[in-house]
């Protein structure tokens, strides 16, 4: 496959400059965690909202405020950011291109498609939230990936240009058949509710939505960070990778079959939050390099920070108004995928 391919690059960290990198991380989500419970229609000063996370806290409205109403969106932001930012980063390695992102292949898209039949159809009744939407958007994704893949996969070869092409025209394709689904079928107190949540927001988040997001999160990079070594082979090209060993084909395959199940069900517990799965695997990569041991942790702390934040602003921005998140991550990410086409070789694909 041609283009600018992730390319494995030199080790970027010492023993020493990894730890401290994860270690600034986490102090930036844990602060981010603090402004994100404080911050909002209501302010709250930050002992209170320590005296609240600890126990310490006398039953209030802002007792409730900060454990029942906050703190699940601002763990909701970090799983979802978390989840998009690894699997970002695996599908950059996987084909190759650092264009590469579930919004822009359609993979989210297809998500959005299979949550919203869902959503606004009634398939599911009562489990539609915990189990519909969620094995819905995976299908979604898994459809729209296998579509974009072969789309752009030609004589056994897959360029750049191919790529990101195949993927913006699923994506737009997916995108009317949602905007579709929602006008022709959706009631209309359904249609404002399910056209917000299509732009992307976490203000749905309760408890009871943060289990399964997490749980497969946890598994999802569990899974994929065993996968590290597979993934760096990857990087150095695909007949490379079968000489060392590695089987690419299958492997491709059964790894996009983990991206498209986190994606799947971020998407039905967020709504499509584009450009997380660009932006951060791009920082990350330049911060610890491209051997993907260290670089999907980074790249999972590093998404659940900015996703916070960008909730954070988007509560806050024109307040009391709460502006679905994707649009703010739209307005970066944008200008951001534009930077990366214009920094491409002349000449080279995409």
């Known amino acids: 496959m041609s283009g600018a391919p992730v390319t494995p690059g030199p080790r970027g960290h010492g023993r020493l400059r990894y730890p401290l990198v994860l270690g600034c991380l986490v102090a930036a989500l844990a602060v981010a965690v603090v402004a994100g419970l404080a911050l909002g229609s209501v302010r709250i000063g930050p002992g209170e909202v320590v005296a609240a996370l600890t126990g310490r806290a006398a039953p209030s409205p802002y007792r409730t405020i900060v454990l029942d109403v906050r703190l699940p969106r601002v763990l909701l932001g970090a799983i979802v950011g978390a989840g998009l930012a690894v699997v970002g980063t695996v599908l950059q390695a996987l084909v190759r291109n650092k264009l590469a992102d ?6 989210s898209s297809g998500a959005s ?8 159809l009634g398939i599911g009744g009562g489990v539609t939230t915990t189990v519909a939407m969620p094995a819905a ?12 893949y072969s789309l752009a996969r030609r004589g056994g070869a897959m360029t750049g240009g191919r790529l990101v092409l195949a993927g913006v025209t699923v994506s737009y394709i997916l995108s009317a058949l949602t905007t579709l689904l929602l006008v022709v079928a959706a009631r209309p107190e359904q249609f404002q509710e399910a056209l917000y949540w299509t732009l992307g927001g976490l203000g749905s988040a309760r408890w009871g939505t943060l289990v399964l997001p997490g749980v497969v999160l946890l598994a999802g990079t569990a899974l994929l960070m065993t996968l590290a070594r597979p993934l760096d082979l990857l990087l150095v090209g695909e007949e490379g990778a079968s000489v060392l ?6 492997f491709r395959a059964a790894v996009f079959v983990v991206a498209s199940l986190v994606t799947g069900v971020m998407v039905a517990a ?3 939050v ?25 790249a999972a702390l590093g998404g659940a920070v900015v996703l916070v934040v960008a909730d954070l602003a988007a509560r806050t921005v024109a307040a009391p108004q709460d502006v679905p998140v994707g649009v703010l991550t739209a307005l970066i990410g944008g200008p951001f995928f534009l930077w990366l086409m214009r920094r491409r070789p002349e000449g080279a694909p995409a």
């Open 274 to 298: 584009g450009f997380i799965g660009l932006l951060v695997p791009h920082a990350a990569r330049a911060v610890v390099g491209a051997g993907h041991r260290g670089l999907l942790p980074v």
């Open 113 to 120: 498609t299979g949550a919203v039949a869902v959503l606004v």
């Open 102 to 107: 579930p919004f822009l292949l359609g993979i």
């Open 245 to 250: 060993g590695l089987n690419a084909g299958a």
């Open 270 to 272: 967020s709504g499509a």
């Open 137 to 148: 958007a995976f299908a979604g994704s898994l459809v729209a990936l296998a579509l974009v």
